[in-house]
């Protein structure tokens, strides 16, 4: 068969491919109920006149936090033109200018100039923009974190917050998005003061929960009886063990092209399993790729090791090339447990009873491959 041909087949089991982007906003969006709940009360007062309130929303990747805040964006958008709402990746974006630029974007539909314009006068653009138009403005910094590396975090959160007081009637809120859930950010004393947020929290969805996210996510994206009930729960079950929702989509997706190349009307058990082998390291690389340094270099300790290590062994080990509290060791151990990278079962042994051994849940190559 020719590229050609490959290209113009008709015939697919896929109703909608886009459901399984990474950036595919549902339609129907399913067991976050309470916590858009609470997002939209943190835009409430900006809709009747007010200022809106700061959030932190706090939670593991992929637990809904960035479609929460997209769709709340959206839908208030749509109820009102009095409320400016600027969704930001500061993965990508770290700096003040960079910040900034992003909402003059949303503003006036294109970046200010590079050069030649100082960050004073697309502030103050900005700012009178929202005082002309009375629109209140409303931030989320995804991934703020990244800014409190760089120690950017307190000057832009600062230039957000207290732009009332040059500006007379703006009105601005920060929605704070955290994905490191051990992650401690500090504020200086003239940020803290204004940035009292409300926290909102983000679990771990459940098996249930996943399953009712998957089927939905079937039903719109292909055809009836492509996949049956019995894959549908491998893969849940698959995805629950990893603790990552976008694996499953990408599962999801991947099974279906697998299953066409294969020139089948439906997904067999045999493409799972050769999609199962191709998405194993790309979850593992996901999550690495979110760890702090300290984290991973307590992994490359527990990888590096050949004989069996408990808790006491490891602290050990890791204060021999940096050093730190018991504390902050127990919590980056319970971290690793938590990202499902490792498992910690008490032996019995020691004073009290509680010595802990430690054990990969990964293939030590496979992991070393993916640190590198």
Known sequence: MSIDDILMQDETIFRDQSVFNPDYLPTIFLHRESQMEALKLCLRPALRGGKPLNAIVV???????????KKLFDEAEKFSDKILCVYINCQLHVTRYNIFSQIYKKIFGHLPPETGIPFSRIYEKIMKHLQSNDQALVVALDDVN???????????????????????GVRTGLLAVISDIEFRYILDKNVKSIFIPQEI???????????????ERIKAGFYPEVISEEILEDITENTDSIGDLRVGIEILNLVGIIAEADASRSIQKKHLETALKKTSSISLKN??????????TLLKIIIETET??????????????????????????????FLRLIDVKFTGKGRKG???????????????????
């Open 354 to 372: 509680n010595s802990r051994v430690i054990i990969l849940r990964f293939d030590q190559d496979e992991i070393d491959k993916c640190l590198i």
């Open 287 to 296: 999550t690495l790729q979110n760890m702090s340094q300290r984290e991973k």
């Open 146 to 168: 990244y800014l409190f590396q760089k120690k950017n975090a307190n000057k832009i959160f600062y230039d957000i917050l207290r732009a009332h007081e040059e500006f007379e």
């Open 59 to 69: 939670g593991s990747c992929a637990t809904g936090k960035t479609t929460s805040v």
């Open 201 to 215: 929290v983000f679990p771990l969805y459940t098996h249930n929960e996943l399953y009712d996210i998957f089927k």
């Open 308 to 337: 069996e290590l408990t808790a006491g062994d490891l602290y050990k080990l890791l204060n021999e090339i940096k050093p730190l509290s018991y504390a902050s060791f127990d919590r980056l151990l319970n971290k690793l447990e």
